[in-house]
């Protein structure tokens, strides 16, 4: 079975950088693409960006240059880190494993992790 | 960036309806849709797959389907658990987007 846990500060100031980790279990990093998604209080759900094959990645333009993602697949996890935080980027961060469906293009998400609060706030 | 549009935002309906939620697509995305439910304080999980294939162990009272660019996911016999708000998210192009979410409640 397949496990993702977020960890992390849950309280970040502003314009400081966010830094969340998901550890995985039940899978190896390398195998799979690895996604990262948020949810303020009470809102939908934004996409942010995964990591693949160890290096390579893709992001939400909407982040513009705030985010990067990486992998360890040595400690079997992969990271997230948000720059120049403001109060917008309070949300529950899940992190994910993507899949393809039926075909071969990568986009579903079919395990998450519990997902971390992280509060932007001085 | 692809719009996904759900309706309606929420609903309310009894135990054994028929729910029916759309989505519809700012352009084509061919059967790259996903449906995913999610419960108060838990994680969103995967319903439905490619627009019409039901994610392993979920209940088969749950069901999508597409026509162009618009997708309907259906319960057939609403019960008490599906209390939940369901998301449905394309990946035909990136940034992989996700409707504003449909809050389903029991009348």
């Known amino acids: 079975q397949v496990q993702l846990q977020e960890s992390g500060p849950g309280l970040v100031k502003p314009l400081e950088a966010l830094s969340l980790t998901c550890t995985v279990s039940?899978?190896?990093?390398?195998?799979?693409?690895w996604s990262w998604i948020r949810q303020p209080p009470g809102k939908g759900l934004e996409w942010l960006g995964f990591v693949y094959y160890s290096e390579s990645t893709e992001y939400n333009p909407s982040l513009k240059s705030r985010v990067t993602i990486s992998m360890d697949t040595s400690k079997n996890q992969f990271s997230l880190k948000l720059t120049s935080v403001t109060a917008a980027d309070t949300a529950v961060y899940y992190c994910?494993?993507?899949?393809?469906?039926?075909?071969?293009?990568?986009?579903?998400?079919?395990?998450w992790g519990q997902g971390i609060l992280v509060t932007v706030s001085s | 960036d692809i719009q996904m549009t759900q309706s309606p935002s929420s609903l309310s309906a009894s135990v054994g309806d028929r729910v029916t939620i759309t989505c519809q697509a700012s352009?084509?995305?061919?059967?790259?849709l996903n449906w995913y439910q999610q419960k108060p304080g838990k994680a969103p999980k995967l319903l439905i797959y490619?627009?019409?294939n039901l994610q392993t162990g979920v209940p088969s009272r749950f069901s999508g389907s597409a026509s162009g660019t618009d997708f309907t996911l259906t319960i057939s016999s609403l019960q008490p658990e599906d209390i939940a708000t369901y998301y449905c998210?394309?990946?035909?192009?990136?940034?992989?987007?996700f409707g504003q979410g449909t809050k389903l409640e029991i009348k």
């Open positions: 998210q394309q990946y035909n192009n990136l940034p992989y987007t």
């Open positions: 490619d627009a019409s």
């Open positions: 352009q084509g995305i061919t059967n790259y």
């Open positions: 039940g899978d190896s990093v390398s195998g799979f693409f």
């Open positions: 994910a494993r993507v899949t393809g469906g039926s075909g071969t293009t990568f986009g579903v998400f079919d395990y």
